[in-house]
Structure formats: C-alpha cells, structure tokens
C-alpha cells in the first residue's frame, strides 16, 4: 500500500521562498509566478514542494535577491488618484 508523501489535512505548501541549489553556494528566492531566482542567475524546472520561508536576512542567502525581496516586502500599496469627475460641477 502506497502511503500519500502529504496527509490530508495539511495546508497547501507555499509557493515562494528561499531554497538551496546544489551548484550554488547560497540560497535563493524563487516565486511560482516566476521559475527564475530574483536575482536572475538561476532557473528551476520544476518549484521544490516546499520553499523556506522568512530568515530573509540569513548572510546564507543571495544579496541580490535578499535586496529585491527586503524591496518588495517594504513597498507602499498604490494610493487611488484622486480625479475630478466633469459631470458633477456645483
């Protein structure tokens, strides 16, 4: 009988986060919205089942991407510009 790698229960796996590649010596962030490292110097085939998450400021990881993640993270959602209306003149 072939038991399931994941029970039932367990909450999907994350799909963005750090990981570590074999011919690499640090780690790197991957996104499933994009199967290239932030930094642009890797490419994976097919996302590990499970990426770390957090600990973005290990000195383990690339700075390059480290940079780019600490970027995303600290960006101010858009403001909705504020546009008169020309058919609601007093």
Not at 27 to 44: D, E, I, K, P, V
Not at 59 to 67: G, I, L, Y
Request: charged share 20%; with cysteine; glycine share 4%.
């Amino acid at each position: 009988m072939v038991q399931n790698a994941r029970p039932d229960n367990a909450q999907p796996y994350m799909r963005e986060g750090w990981t570590w590649l074999m011919n690499s010596r640090k780690w790197h962030y991957f996104t499933s919205a994009r199967n290239q490292s932030l930094c642009g110097g890797f490419m994976l085939l097919v996302l590990p089942e499970e990426l770390q998450q957090g600990n973005d400021s290990s000195p383990d990881n690339c700075k390059a991407c480290a940079r780019k993640i600490l970027k995303i993270k600290n960006a101010k959602p858009l403001k909705p510009r504020k546009t008169s209306n020309p058919t609601t003149h007093p």
